[in-house]
C-alpha cells in the first residue's frame, strides 16, 4: 500500500514540483542557480517521497494541496538544504537571480 501511495506522491507533487522548479528557472542566467535547482531536487524528491510513506496524512494534504492550488510545491522544499533555501529566497523575489 504505502509504494501506491508514494507513487501517487510522486505523480501529483513531485512531479509538478520539478516542473515548477524546472519553469521558475528558465531564463535564469546565472548557471550557478540552475545546478542550485537541480542539486535541491536531486537531494530532497527522494526525502519528500519518505516523508509521504511515513506520514500519509501529510502526503494527502499536500498532494491535494498542490492538485488544487492552494500550496506551491516549492514550500514544501524543508529548510535544512543550503541549495533549496537560495531557490526558495529567488522564487520569493519574484525570480530576481541577479541579487542571490
Do not use: H
Amino acid at each position: 500500500m504505502s509504494e501506491f501511495l508514494s507513487y501517487l506522491f510522486a505523480i501529483l507533487v513531485v512531479g509538478p514540483l520539478q516542473a515548477e522548479v524546472s519553469e521558475r528557472l528558465q531564463g535564469v542566467p546565472s548557471a550557478e542557480i540552475v545546478q542550485a535547482g537541480r542539486a535541491c531536487i536531486a537531494t530532497e524528491a527522494p526525502r519528500l517521497l519518505q516523508r509521504a510513506q511515513e506520514d500519509w496524512a501529510w502526503a494527502a494534504a499536500n498532494a491535494i494541496g498542490v492538485g488544487v492550488g492552494v500550496v506551491d510545491p516549492v514550500s514544501l522544499l524543508p529548510g535544512n538544504n543550503a541549495d533549496c533555501d537560495r531557490l526558495v529566497k529567488i522564487f520569493s523575489k519574484g525570480g530576481d537571480a541577479e541579487e542571490a
